[in-house]
T-cell receptor, first 115, second 114 residues
């Protein structure tokens, strides 16, 4: 049973380009969460999604950032027109549909570097 | 969600028990205590959680005081691979079929030494 898969592991983008980060949840998990960790800082919640629905995006920057979790395929975190301040590790986690009594399972993260 | 307070860092000798404290004096009755850890450059790892009873699994034990205002995560025989940042998080559970965001604070950086 594969864990949460994130790709790419490392992503380099020039300022102004778009970054697309992918997350495939564990088999049977229908809840996906995205977190961001800036250098030398803690993890910050960004968005929580279920299939085809954004449930809580209270941690998402209002501009340039978007997330989706389509019926088929991985969840995508999209950052448009990246800036140097977007350089961070982005972690995805998933939990099962009756996830209230379980901890998350995190992926290994995508390290985004904006040059 | 209730706020938690953890020491910023701790040391522990390899093979000894590591006892990581967490204060959550404003915890409410329906809030659980979760522990996660993050080994350098890796994704966080769920360790254990509990409501009021002490809990034990293959990784650790969680001791929650009777008044629930504090808890201790115990790694019974720490190894070098347990060196990580440990996060204590308090969160109420949502309705079934709903997930929940976790608020990671600064955690405790545990260094296990040879």
């Amino acid at each position: 049973n594969a864990g949460v898969m994130q790709n790419p592991r490392h992503l380099v983008r020039r300022r102004g380009q778009e970054a697309r980060l992918r997350c495939s949840p564990m088999k049977g998990h229908s809840h996906v969460y995205w977190y961001r960790q800036l250098p030398e800082e803690g993890l910050k919640f960004m968005v929580y999604l279920q299939k085809e629905n954004i449930i809580d995006e209270s941690g998402m920057p209002k501009e340039r950032f978007s997330a989706e979790f389509p019926k088929e395929g991985p969840s995508i975190l999209r950052i448009q027109q990246v800036v140097r301040g977007d350089s961070a590790a982005y972690f995805c986690a998933s939990s099962p549909p009756t996830g209230v009594n379980y901890g998350y399972t995190f992926g290994s993260g995508t390290r985004l570097t904006v040059v | 969600d209730a706020k938690t307070t953890q020491p910023p860092s701790m040391d522990c000798a390899e093979g000894r028990a590591a006892n990581l404290p967490c204060n959550h004096s404003t915890i409410s009755g329906n809030e659980y205590v979760y522990w996660y850890r993050q080994i350098h450059s890796q994704g966080p790892q769920y360790i254990i959680h509990g409501l009021k009873n002490n809990e034990t699994n293959e990784m650790a034990s969680l001791i929650i005081t009777e008044d629930r205002k504090s808890s201790t995560l115990i790694l019974p025989h720490a190894t070098l691979r347990d060196t990580a940042v440990y996060y204590c998080i308090v969160r109420a559970h949502s309705n079934s079929n709903s997930g929940y965001a976790l608020n990671f604070g600064k955690g405790t950086s545990l260094l296990v030494t040879p």
